[in-house]
């Protein structure tokens, strides 16, 4: 027996193999890196369609319908929350109320109560309001933003010349059992 390497054939078909297994290491790394990738993008397309579906989609769930009974409840309630006489400040404010929700209705109703309407029958202050433009910003099957415009005329024993005031505010709406409520009121 000799103690001479193997035959060169059989050299040749081991690197043929080794070569072989590292070409298919090299394939199924390339496959693993592409299907990592394509997971990763399909994750990220469900995370924006999700995004998307939270963040945009209900206003344009909302018809134009529903945005224009949003912005009309808006300007009515602003009206009427703005608008008052001194013979009548206590009914003025009790139609308000009914346009209002929450927290909110809780502090108009005090701040009504305990400043403006005696303030109003001393002073015999009467102002009416106008919503000059309103405009939705934001609506939802429940929630509601719209911006409101308002000019306000006020006239008092003090001040008998009108003085007229250009305001914008921001009203929130919730809906409360199919109609839209006043839950925000904020000057901007």
Do not use: C
């Amino acid at each position: 027996m000799s103690t001479e390497s193997p035959a060169p054939q059989q050299n040749s078909r081991r690197s043929r193999f080794i070569a072989g297994m590292r070409g298919a290491v090299g394939l199924l790394r390339a496959e693993a890196r592409i299907v990592a990738l394509l997971a990763l993008t399909t994750a990220a397309a469900i995370v924006a369609v999700s995004l998307w579906s939270v963040q945009y989609h209900p206003d344009s769930v909302v018809d134009t319908a529903a945005r224009q009974t949003a912005v009309e409840a808006a300007t009515t309630g602003t009206v009427a929350l703005l608008s008052y006489e001194p013979d009548t400040v206590d009914q003025d404010f009790a139609s308000a109320r009914t346009h209002l929700t929450g927290d909110f209705l809780a502090y108009y109703s005090q701040f009504t109560q305990q400043i403006v309407a005696p303030a109003a029958k001393e002073k015999s202050v009467s102002t009416a309001a106008a919503v000059v433009r309103a405009a939705a910003a934001e609506i939802g099957p429940d929630r509601a933003v719209v911006l409101v415009f308002v000019n306000q005329t006020t006239t008092s024993t003090d001040k008998p010349d009108p003085a007229i005031t250009a305001s914008s505010v921001q009203v929130t709406l919730t809906k409360v059992d199919k109609a839209w409520r006043i839950s925000s009121f904020e000057p901007v």
